[in-house]
């Protein structure tokens, strides 16, 4: 069980890891996609703010795969990632949703 645990954490944080990669790295594949917005069609702070979040998590997700790898293997020390990079995710991408959602007009 703790290897399919694994192979889930690493399948699921590469696919968040490498769409915030493309975005951040090669912007226009990204939008080409479905990952992010043209630039033309978004405001220059909205655009800004993505591609900021987009290199954020390209630094900081690596850890959730490392978690899932050291899971794999067997290695205690993955709780240890899989808690920095967990907690990091959830915090920043829990704070962006609801950052927007609040700046939506109220009808």
Do not use: K
Request: aromatic fraction near 12%; hydrophobic fraction near 55%.
């Amino acid at each position: 069980m703790q290897i399919l645990w694994g192979i889930v954490i690493v399948a699921l944080s590469l696919l968040c890891w490498g769409g915030q990669a493309v975005v951040c790295f090669a912007p226009a594949t990204g939008t080409r996609l479905g990952l992010s917005e043209a630039q033309a069609n978004v405001e220059p702070t909205f655009w800004a703010d993505v591609r900021g979040e987009a290199l954020w998590d390209v630094l900081t997700l690596w850890t959730l795969v490392v978690a899932g790898v050291l899971l794999i293997i067997d290695d205690t020390a993955w709780a240890h990632f899989g808690l920095v990079g967990g907690g990091m995710y959830v915090y920043f991408a829990g704070r962006g949703i609801f950052s927007r959602v609040a700046a939506l007009p109220t009808s």
